[in-house]
């Protein structure tokens, strides 16, 4: 969801007529226009005014890759025109399980979404609460955006395994829920 407001502001405080113009505006029209990071041209999504709290809300629009959102108030008879830009990150969603091969070793696999090919997919290790994850194998997904890596159980103790698809133009650092493996 955005929202926000429309607040009239002179920077000396005050019009020639003594009037100040530090309140949010009610009823004021905006614009949300979306831009795909990476991309030059803004497209308008929705349109608005603010309410009777003089607030806008744009809740209907879900980004589906990381976006630039401009909301624009095109001014009005003294108000001038004025826009704020906000970057909004998105994650891809991964899917994770881990299976017994029965020999002592596990196999962990799940899927990338949205669907990709051939996106780097990294297994990370963790042997214990505070250490450090670290990343241990590297594979790509296939062409139904699959993925799987072979483990092994420790010996004692635990280990913790996730997977994590990195950042690009399009999505941020992914991550896949943490699979604990004790003997």
Same mark, same amino acid.
């Given at each position: 969801?955005?929202?926000?407001q429309v607040?009239?502001?002179s920077?000396?405080?005050s019009d020639?007529?003594?009037?100040?113009?530090?309140d949010?505006?009610?009823?004021?029209?905006?614009a949300?226009?979306?831009?795909?990071?990476?991309?030059?041209?803004w497209k308008r999504?929705?349109?608005?005014?603010?309410?009777?709290?003089?607030?806008?809300?744009f809740?209907s629009?879900?980004?589906?890759?990381?976006?630039?959102?401009?909301?624009?108030?095109?001014?009005e008879l003294?108000y001038?025109?004025?826009s704020v830009?906000?970057?909004v990150?998105v994650?891809?969603?991964?899917?994770?399980?881990?299976t017994?091969?029965?020999d002592?070793?596990?196999?962990m696999?799940?899927s990338?979404?949205?669907k990709v090919s051939?996106?780097?997919v990294?297994?990370?290790?963790k042997? #214990?609460?505070? #250490?450090?994850w670290?990343?241990v194998?590297?594979?790509k997904?296939?062409s139904s955006?699959?993925?799987?890596f072979r483990?092994?159980?420790?010996?004692?103790?635990s280990?913790?395994?996730?997977?994590?698809?990195?950042?690009?133009?399009?999505f941020?650092?992914?991550y896949s829920?943490?699979?604990t493996l004790?003997?």
């Open positions: 969801m955005f929202e926000g607040v009239a502001h920077e000396a405080g020639d007529l003594g009037y100040r113009y530090t949010p505006l009610e009823d004021a029209p905006v949300l226009y979306a831009r795909p990071v990476g991309w030059s041209t999504v929705a349109t608005g005014r603010t309410n009777s709290e003089t607030v806008f809300r809740a629009h879900k980004p589906s890759r990381n976006t630039d959102y401009k909301v624009v108030y095109p001014g003294i001038a025109a004025s830009t906000k970057r990150g994650r891809r969603v991964i899917s994770s399980s881990m017994s091969n029965g002592g070793t596990y196999t696999r799940g990338v979404a949205p051939g996106k780097t990294r297994l990370q290790r042997t #214990c609460s505070s #250490c450090a670290s990343t194998k590297s594979t997904t296939s955006s699959t993925w799987a483990v092994t159980a420790p010996t004692s103790g280990r913790r395994y996730r997977v994590y698809t990195p950042a690009d133009s399009r941020l650092t992914s829920g943490v699979w004790r003997r």
